[in-house]
């Protein structure tokens, strides 16, 4: 079974428990969204098919061509005739002249150094290549659409975290308050929950400005209107079990970049093999099947008629053209050992970028165990600490203290998530997997 599939399983758990609330947006709808409205997505799938419908056998000039033409003509003039003596000399006006001619023509190349079928190949090349410019551009808009969902997840689990600790922050200055009136608390303890309340409410607002920035980016990608509401799915599962060399072997076979980069040697050959058929010589047929009718008012001939069938070959050898031939061989030559060059980078990038993104995921993976380990301490001292600062036996700033404590733990332990998450999608990516785990044909 391919590594990506333990991926996929922790992608698709996110999309299946999303129905519990009719308005909530998974993430597979998310993606079938983005598939049919992201404008990239469909510009490319247009340049895809152009590039499919050019790469037939006539546009390499393989079939025939055949042309049918036809003309007319009409003439009324003056004219005069001098004939040589004992033929009267003819002198009119308004003499008419018509003739008529139509032809069928065939023209085909019957060889041209093999250049035609090495010209089909290349136009499949090309085809090619604008497929794989469309997985690629498919899987970039998917990976921004993955990683602006589970982004908009955990900006929901800090919109949650702030207004919890908003709402501590309020029942304290209300109860700092209500001392105060008392004579339990000086007019300090007062100004100093005030302070923290503003503060928690300040942080509560920009929490929500974030999150409304982040919907509008991801409906832009869904082809929504930028003020459409969203709701996600807030729960996140992680990958397990992934191994670092089996992904390496996965990425060489079928990431992208690699695969664009050997196809781009291969259009470099077969560009090769074009510019070395113009040394080779050309041979033409040409045929025709022609009508032609003439009408004179005057002359020795008044009228003629022909009709048949005439054919030809052409053959031409190229001798010298000023080094233009041996120009394009040599640089279709440099152009393939740039294309090889490119091809063994890329597989090194590759590598490389596979590896970067494991050791990435598994330190995420780690700190993510760690933030989550701190949440639990944070909140047990917080509960201890808001028991002893209720009986009176802490100040407000030591409470204050465990309440930031807490505060941040979880939502540190939200970005260690979301950051688990888009290390796991950088790492899907990388290694190919991405659109196979998704089930998504580019």
């Known amino acids: 079974m391919r590594t990506w599939r333990n991926i996929a399983i922790s992608l698709a758990l996110g999309a299946c428990i999303a129905g519990a609330a009719q308005d909530t947006l998974s993430l597979d709808q998310a993606i079938r969204l983005a598939l049919a409205n992201e404008h990239g997505i469909r510009i490319a799938r247009n340049e895809a098919a152009v590039a499919d419908a ?93 990683a602006l969902y589970y982004a908009l997840a955990a900006l929901d689990q800090d919109v949650a975290i702030t207004q919890r600790i908003l709402d501590i922050s309020n029942d304290r200055f209300t109860r700092q308050e209500g001392k105060a009136l008392l004579g339990g608390a000086g007019r300090l303890d007062v100004l100093n929950a005030e302070v923290d309340l503003q503060a928690d409410s300040t942080t509560h607002l920009l929490a ?47 990431n992208v970049q690699l695969a664009s980069a050997t196809a781009q040697v291969r259009a470099a050959e077969v560009d090769q093999r074009i510019a070395s058929s113009l040394r080779w010589p050309r041979l033409d047929l040409n045929a025709a099947y022609g009508i032609s009718d003439q009408r004179n008012e005057v002359g020795i001939v008044l009228g003629t008629y022909t009709r048949g069938l005439n054919g030809g070959l052409t053959l031409s050898v190229p001798i010298f053209d000023g080094g233009r031939i041996n120009t394009q061989v040599g640089q279709a030559r ?17 590598e490389r970028d596979v590896r970067n993104a494991f050791t990435t995921w598994r330190t995420q993976r780690e700190v993510l165990r760690i933030q989550q380990d701190a949440v639990t301490t944070a909140r047990l001292n917080f509960e201890r600490t808001r028991e002893l600062f209720q009986a009176g036996q802490l100040t407000g700033l030591q409470f204050r203290q465990a309440q930031l404590d807490l505060a941040n733990a979880e939502r540190q332990a939200v970005v260690a998530g979301f950051d688990t998450k888009v290390a796991e999608l950088t790492l899907l990516r990388a290694s190919g997997g991405l659109l196979p785990a998704l089930g998504v044909q580019p």
């Open 334 to 350: 440099l152009r393939a050992e740039n294309a090889e060059l490119a091809e063994q980078q890329a597989r090194l990038q590759v």
């Open 208 to 254: 929500l400005q974030r999150r409304e920035r982040t919907a509008r980016e991801l409906n832009v990608l869904l082809g929504r209107a930028p003020s459409e509401p969203v709701i996600v799915q807030r729960r996140l599962d992680h990958a397990q079990g992934l191994s670092e060399d089996r992904l390496v072997q996965e990425a060489l076979s079928g």
């Open 54 to 146: 050019q790469a037939t056998a006539g546009n390499a000039g393989l079939l025939p061509r055949i042309d049918a033409s036809g003309r007319g003509t009409y003439s009324n003039q003056y004219s005069r005739l001098n004939f040589v003596e004992g033929i009267p000399d003819v002198e009119r006006d308004g003499v008419e002249n018509t003739a008529l001619t139509g032809q069928l023509g065939l023209t085909y190349t019957l060889f041209n150094g093999l250049g035609n079928f090495a010209l089909l190949e290349r136009t499949q090349l090309a085809a090619d290549l604008a497929d794989l410019r469309t997985r690629a551009q498919v899987e970039g808009t998917l990976t921004q659409v993955i």
